[in-house]
């Protein structure tokens, strides 16, 4: 929800990127992160990051209210990201 948005601590963030660095260092301070290999069952975190192999086992949840946006990590890796709607409106 948007107000669980107020505090890191409480937004759970589920990644399957086996490219993955730089991001552990820049989500240290979020205690709800797994790393995970792949999607073996929809996840229901906040957020979820993923390598463009996982996309098509992760697009069930758009219907679920979910946004998805693709970002560049770093040249040639690209990252999925899932953001649970109402949880930042204002993505698109």
């Known amino acids: ?3 669980r948005a107020s505090d890191p601590e409480e937004v759970s963030l589920a990644a399957y990127a086996s490219g993955r ?8 301070d979020l205690p ?3 790393w995970l290999h792949q999607v073996e069952e929809l996840p229901a975190d906040d957020l979820i990051l993923a390598d463009r192999s996982q996309q098509a086992a992760l697009q069930p949840l ?3 209210g ?5 970002f560049l990590l770093r040249a040639g890796v ?3 990201v899932w953001v ?3 949880l930042w409106p204002s993505v698109r």
Do not use: C, F, M, S
Request: no cysteine; hydrophobic share 25%; aromatic share 14%.
């Open 1 to 3: 929800t948007a107000q």
């Open 78 to 80: 690209h990252v999925d």
């Open 21 to 28: 660095w730089p991001l552990p260092w820049y989500l240290r």
């Open 62 to 64: 758009l219907r679920r």
């Open 84 to 86: 649970r709607g109402g």
């Open 32 to 34: 709800r992160t797994r």
């Open 66 to 70: 979910y946004r998805h946006r693709e």
